[in-house]
C-alpha cells in the first residue's frame, strides 16, 4: 500500500494512545519516543562490532554494505525506523504540523544550504 504523509499521519493516530495527548504532557511523551532513535543506532553499532571485518573494507576504505547488511538485519532497522516515524507523526500532531510541511519546510532549508555551499558546517542557522 502507497501511503502519503498526510495518510500516515491519519493512520497512525488510531494507535496514539499515550498520557497528556493534546497537551504539553503530551509533547513531552512523544519528544522522549524520539530515543527511539538510540535503538537504530544500537543496531547499526552491532552490525560494525559483530559483522565488520577489516576484509570487508574496499580499495577506498568504504564498508561492503552487502557484506554485513543481511535482510534480516534491514528488517530490525526497517521496524526501528517505522518506530521514529511513529514518534514523528504524533509530535507533528501535538504541535498541529503537518509531516508534508515538516519535509517540505526541510527541503527548502537544506536546499537553501546547498545553494549558499553551507550543507557542510555546524549550527542551526548556517
Known sequence: ????????????????IYPGKGSLVGLMYVGLGLGESGEAQGKIKKILRDDFDNED??????????????????YDLKKELGDQLWYIAQAATELDLSLEDIASANLEKLQSRK????????????
Do not use: C, H, P, W
Open 1 to 16: 500500500m502507497k501511503l502519503t504523509f498526510e495518510d500516515y499521519q491519519a493512520m497512525s493516530e488510531e494507535t496514539a
Open 57 to 74: 573494507i574496499d580499495a577506498i576504505g568504504l564498508l561492503a554494505l552487502n557484506s554485513v547488511l543481511t535482510n534480516e538485519k534491514k
Open 115 to 126: 545553494e549558499r555551499g553551507v550543507l557542510k558546517g555546524s549550527g542551526d542557522d548556517r
